[in-house]
């Protein structure tokens, strides 16, 4: 009897304990559940933050502020002139670029230092005709071999503000600007606030060329682009620029049209005998035919090199080859004065430009007479 009285109490102990159990584990649940249900939103997740390692496609380019804040730069940027401007680009070896005429004529102006950790670039008392592109780019080194890292370039143009100079001024004060039929041309003129509105004109018959969008586009950071240039486009322009002062006018600039296409040199050479006795003296003219800005250099092998004492004279002019075409004549011209045997031979010319070298060939003999 007692036996039984004692699993009897032990079966009940059981069941209690099952039931208290189950009971714990609903009421974790019940709570877990209305954790997130709290508000019809979830919990919070916060993420760790990475460190700016300035990757790909963003700018390592930054502007630094009077209040020793930094201005990441994005495509443009308009700054008053007057105003110091310091920028800085992230890498412990930077390259630079600026408008060039800050290095044609050397500007005390402007300096560019490296540290550790970044490249500073200060441009004091800036003017209208600082308006340009500046860039920077991470140089990567491989022993002596060095090369610009694509991935870490960034670029910035900046507009140096001036109601006095709505155009970026320029040395040059009639600026010529061939037309080619296979590539847009670019009217150069440019202004010192991308809120300017500028139009193109022709000087002679005075009228508007009209900005339409795709045959003629504007750019203020380039100017008017030209798409698909014509013989129609030849003639002497200028651009007005109008903002809250009064109207400006532009630079002007002679369109002409090129008739000769790119490609390396058309040369041709020519004695001025064929045949010569000693003593004469004798000329060996070069001839290139090419497009108006591309500028050729000429080299020449001849008889009596290094042991006979010759001129050489080089020249260049621009022609107008019918219809309004331009065409340019650069020519070298080699005198051989007092002629001896030894100058009799082959004369050979080699003319260069920047698509490439032609080689033409010419003899003189020695005459009979």
């Given amino acids: 009897m007692k036996l039984r009285l ?4 032990l079966a009940i102990l059981w069941v209690e304990l099952q039931h208290g ?3 714990q584990v609903k009421r974790r649940k019940e709570a877990g559940e209305k954790s997130i249900r709290s508000g019809g939103k979830r919990p919070k997740v916060r993420y760790t933050k990475l460190k700016d390692v300035g990757g790909r496609g963003q700018s390592i380019l930054t502007q630094v502020l009077a209040t020793g804040r930094f201005l990441r730069l994005g495509e443009n940027l308009s700054l008053t002139p007057g105003k110091n401007m310091e920028l800085r680009c992230k890498g412990s070896k930077i ?9 044609t004529f050397n500007d005390s102006r402007l300096s560019v230092k490296q540290t550790d950790r970044y490249s500073q670039l200060i441009l004091t008392s800036p ?17 002596s071999e060095c090369l610009k890292d694509p991935d870490h370039i960034s670029s910035t143009y900046i507009f140096f503000t001036d109601k006095d100079n709505l155009f970026v001024p320029s040395a040059i004060h009639f600026e010529i600007v061939y ?30 060329m009209e900005a339409n969008g795709t045959l003629v586009t504007y750019n203020p950071t380039k100017g008017f682009i030209l798409q698909m240039p014509s013989l129609e486009h030849q003639g002497v322009f200028y651009c007005k620029a109008v903002s809250k002062a009064s109207p400006q006018i532009s630079n002007k600039y002679q369109l002409l049209y090129v008739e000769v296409p790119s490609g390396p040199p058309y040369a041709t050479i020519e004695a001025s005998v064929s045949s010569a006795r000693g003593g004469d003296n004798i000329n060996i003219t070069c001839t290139v035919l090419g497009e108006p800005d591309v500028d050729v250099s000429f080299t020449w092998t001849y ?9 050489v004279r080089d020249l260049w002019r621009l022609v107008n080859r019918g219809m309004g075409h331009t ?6 011209v080699m005198a051989v004065d007092d002629l001896e045997t030894i100058d009799i031979g082959k ?3 080699s003319a260069k430009n920047k698509n490439g070298q032609t080689t033409v060939v010419t003899s003189v003999s020695a005459s009979a007479n």
């Fill in 327 to 332: 065409t340019r004549i650069s020519q070298s």
């Fill in 127 to 143: 003017s209208a005709a600082d308006t340009g592109s500046y860039s920077c780019w991470v140089i990567l080194c491989d022993g």
């Fill in 95 to 103: 390259g630079w670029s600026y408008p060039t005429y800050l290095d």
């Fill in 6 to 9: 004692v699993l009897l109490t």
């Fill in 303 to 311: 008889p009596g090199q290094g042991q006979r004492p010759v001129s």
């Fill in 179 to 208: 037309l080619r039929p296979d590539r847009p041309s670019v009217i150069p003129c440019r202004v010192t606030s991308p809120l300017a509105k500028v139009s193109l004109h022709r000087e002679v018959p005075p009228e508007e």
């Fill in 347 to 349: 004369y050979i010319c």
């Fill in 21 to 23: 159990a189950s009971q």
